[in-house]
């Protein structure tokens, strides 16, 4: 098995009987990121992607604008009990010095926002306005966007238990998709990937995540200039509240023919879904 699964002992119950068997399960491990040999943050992840995830994260927090500003990023110490490298912890090097944010504690897997200290810490100012550009995307395509990101979701189809993000074009096709235990690790991800592949910022891709539409993925489609976020389930009153001040489409229950658009509706060419078939 690789190291984003497991195989754990258990009992399945069913209406016929029990039966013992082994269940394959996502691996969830600690993420260390240290700058320049200073710990800034702890993570709850699935193993894989930890580069495009480093990325991700230090972009969201502002604390890097492109690719050219990280000199370097290398596994370092970390051993098991067996003295194997564990591979959880990434040192950064910076090409140029920049204040830390305020995080010093472990960010479990459901909470990306987990060791901020104070209220001011969690909205960060974006460079970029996703309401500006002329992006649109037909109905149809974006309906069928949650379809295509499951078909690339083969861990959680392992487990059954993966968050996923990706990016989409205007014609449906996924740039990249990225599976991970946190949803804001899922997403930081996809958008480390468009950081190292220089395409920050995305004014014309959507975010599609598997999760709820929470403010911290809103906070980091804007950081990105993504102009479009789309979600299988709920946002919050917050994040349509930040969606609304910086102009992005969030789009909350997209799942199948139907969807809810809770702000900036102008850039979906509306129509009849059943009719794009």
Known sequence: ???????????????????RRPDTL?????????????????????????IDLVHGFLYSENIIQSVDDIVSARYCAGTDADGQNTYNVLDIQLRRTRPLPKRRSITNSACGLCGKTTVDDVRIRSRFRPGYGDFTIDIHVLST???ELRSQQQVFAATGGLHAAGLFTADGTALVVREDVGRHNAVDKVIGWAVRENLIPTADLVLIVSSRASFELVQK???AGIPMLGAVSAPSSLAVD???EAGLTLVGFLRGDTMNIYTDVHRIALRPIAAAL
């Open 1 to 19: 098995m690789s190291r984003v699964t497991a195989r754990r002992r258990m009992v399945r119950v069913t209406a016929t009987g029990e039966i």
């Open 26 to 50: 996502a691996v969830e491990e600690p993420l260390e990121m240290r700058i320049g040999g200073e710990s800034l943050n702890v993570t709850m992840r699935t193993p894989g992607n930890d």
């Open 145 to 147: 966007s949650p379809d």
């Open 221 to 223: 489609a804007v950081m």
């Open 242 to 244: 930040l969606a609304v």
